[in-house]
Nanobody, 131 residues
Framework: QVVLVESGGGLVQAGGSLTLSCVASGRSFTSLIMGWFRQAPGKEREFVAAVSWSGDPTYYEDSVKGRFTISRDNTKDTVYLRMNTREPEDTTVYYC????????????????????????WGQGTHVTVSS
């Protein structure tokens, strides 16, 4: 079982930047595909970004392309999400996720199905973007 602990959420002004971090433990980090999702109250969990074990390739939801960057540091068992924020759509809870699957194949099936491939989830970190 992989344990994921997110940090870095908080309050940021619209147009500002915020970096979320997620530390993984319990399994070899380089065997894991890592991802970020977000979920607003009353809505389904939405795929944000994913990164392969080596750091390439990466995939993004269309709404965050060019604004968010996912990266990982395999020496620190950590995945990051750097966000250039836009209010209010980016205000929600962000979740880190881990799984073992073929990322390009999963992406080809559609971002709306991406959550099904991940089997470990963090507790979430809240991001509030103010105008």
């Amino acid at each position: 079982q992989v344990v994921l602990v997110e940090s870095g959420g908080g309050l940021v002004q619209a147009g500002g930047s915020l970096t979320l971090s997620c530390v993984a433990s319990g399994r070899s980090f380089t065997s894991l595909i890592m991802g970020w999702f977000r979920q607003a109250p009353g809505k389904e969990r939405e795929f944000v970004a994913a990164v392969s074990w080596s750091g390439d390739p990466t995939y993004y939801e269309d709404s965050v392309k060019g604004r968010f960057t996912i990266s990982r540091d395999n020496t620190k068992d950590t995945v990051y999400l750097r966000m250039n924020t836009r209010e209010p759509e980016d205000t929600t809870v962000y979740y880190c996720a881990a799984g073992r699957f073929d990322l390009p194949t999963a992406h080809a099936l559609g971002n709306e199905f991406m959550a099904q491939h991940f089997d470990s989830w963090g507790q979430g970190t809240h991001v509030t973007v103010s105008s």
